[in-house]
């Protein structure tokens, strides 16, 4: 079964606007989420994380919101690049397990 | 600072054979973790290691198995290799495994073709 979701295989957007992307999770023992960037023939990097026990993090352009009830994160890029275009992978982990839970990814195209 | 680094970078292999694949954690990370990553899909987790210990395991067959070397490396051994398992592995470090907030952060992976 699929405990991370990310529902949007792609999303486009122009430069300058906000990017959104949703993530649901279905293991309420999650309790510490990531998002992570990978270009093609690259390892995923690390963009930012989020624990439960907030409900947002911000880092420059980049902002997670975790809603607990709804299980539900999502990452807002403002404003986009086109240097942001790559495939967007959410991850969770919790529950005494110590592997990252991904879901399918979304890719981000970003255009000038 | 050096980030994880994974070798080799591509390897071709056909069924039936062992395939060996390494990995370098950050500097001062003692936990390593592998993945396997198909086309379209999210990676999966294989392996955790922590002080040369398995602290986890997902669920792969006994072809894969791993250790952790005393400087904190990894290799992942895949014996009698599959068709299917043609995929991009990719190692992950942390400083330790499970804590509040433990990021782990990947290397540049290994791709895999099995023919």
């Known amino acids: 079964d699929q405990q991370v979701k990310q529902n949007s295989p792609s999303l486009s957007v122009q430069e300058g606007r906000i990017s959104i992307l949703n993530c649901d999770y279905t293991?309420?023992?999650?309790?510490?989420f990531l998002w992570y960037k990978k270009y093609p023939a690259e390892g995923p990097t690390f963009l930012i994380s989020?624990?439960?026990?907030?409900d947002k993090n911000e880092d420059g352009r980049f902002t997670v919101f975790l809603n607990k009830s709804a299980k539900h994160l999502s990452l807002h890029i403002v404003p986009s690049q086109p240097g942001d275009s790559a495939v967007y992978f959410c991850?969770?982990?919790?529950?005494?397990?110590?592997?990252?839970?991904f879901g399918k990814g979304t890719k981000l195209t970003v255009n000038p | 600072d050096a980030g994880v680094t994974q070798s080799p970078t591509h390897l071709i292999k056909t069924r039936g054979q062992h395939v060996t694949l390494r990995c370098s954690p950050i500097?001062?990370?003692?936990?390593v973790s592998w993945y396997q990553q198909v086309l379209g899909q999210g990676p999966q987790f294989i392996f955790q290691y922590y002080e040369k210990e398995e602290r986890g395991r997902g669920n792969f067959p006994d072809r894969f198995s791993a250790r952790q070397f005393p400087n904190y490396s990894s290799e992942l051994n895949v014996n009698a290799l599959l068709l299917g398992d043609s995929a991009l592995y990719l190692c992950a470090s942390s400083f330790r495994v499970r804590g509040i907030g433990e990021t782990q952060y990947f290397g540049p992976g290994t791709r895999l073709l099995v023919l």
């Open positions: 991850a969770a982990m919790g529950g005494g397990s110590e592997k990252l839970v």
């Open positions: 293991n309420s023992m999650f309790d510490y």
């Open positions: 989020i624990s439960s026990i907030k």
């Open positions: 500097s001062g990370h003692k936990s």
